[in-house]
């Protein structure tokens, strides 16, 4: 069973251009979560997510960024006209149901130059 | 979810047990207790977690106290691997806190 995988694994990005990273869940999970960690910070929740709907977007910035997970295809988190401080490692997770546990993925690290 | 609290890094020589704390004195009937790894470079490992009874895995073992206000994440027999940092989070079992909160965790150094 694969686990959560994720790609591009690195991605670099001029400012002002767009960045897609994409997430696809286990086998069998419905419920994705995006995390960020800034260089030398911690694990921030971003959003939840399960097909078709957001949850909880509670940590995404207000601007700029947004998520979806179609009923088909993986998990994509949108970041419009990059900036440097948007560089960072997002990592994607998933459940089976609300309540399991959370798997995550390897990370997308973006570097915006 | 409630806060927990853990030393901000340990030392363990290889092929010792390691034995990682945790106090969560504010912990609710309701919270598991979870614990995450994250090695350098990657993104968070689950590792183990339990309600009130000691629990044990082939990766580690979860020793809870009696009152549940802190718990011990237990290494066997530590690898230059293990190398890592440790997250202690308390997730409530009614599904309703969704996402797991981070704190900073405790970052453990293996000596060869």
């Known amino acids: 069973n694969a686990g959560v995988m994720q790609n591009p694994r690195h991605l670099v990005r001029r400012r002002g251009q767009e960045a897609r990273l994409r997430c696809s869940p286990m086998?069998?999970?419905?419920?994705v979560y995006w995390y960020r960690q800034l260089p030398e910070e911690g694990l921030k929740f971003m959003v939840y997510?399960?097909?078709?709907?957001?949850?909880?977007e509670s940590g995404m910035p207000k601007e700029r960024f947004s998520a979806e997970f179609p009923k088909e295809g993986p998990s994509i988190l949108r970041i419009q006209q990059v900036v440097r401080g948007d560089s960072a490692a997002y990592f994607c997770?998933?459940?089976?149901?609300?309540?399991?546990?959370?798997?995550f993925g390897e990370g997308s690290w973006l570097t915006v130059v | 979810d409630a806060k927990t609290t853990q030393p901000n890094s340990m030392e363990s020589n290889e092929e010792e047990p390691v034995h990682l704390p945790c106090n969560h004195s504010t912990i609710s009937g309701t919270d598991y207790i979870h614990w995450y790894r994250q090695l350098p470079s990657q993104g968070p490992e689950y590792v183990i977690h339990?309600?009130?009874s000691n629990v044990n895995n082939r990766m580690a073992s979860l020793a809870i106290a009696e009152d549940r206000k802190s718990s011990t994440l237990i290494l066997h027999r530590a690898t230059l691997r293990d190398a890592a940092v440790y997250y202690c989070?308390?997730?409530?079992?009614?599904?309703?806190?969704?996402?797991?909160?981070f704190g900073s965790g405790t970052q453990l150094t293996v000596l060869p």
């Open positions: 339990g309600l009130t």
């Open positions: 997770a998933s459940s089976p149901a609300i309540g399991n546990t959370i798997y």
């Open positions: 086998k069998g999970h419905s419920h």
């Open positions: 989070i308390l997730r409530d079992r009614s599904g309703s806190a969704r996402q797991l909160t």
């Open positions: 997510l399960q097909k078709e709907n957001i949850i909880d």
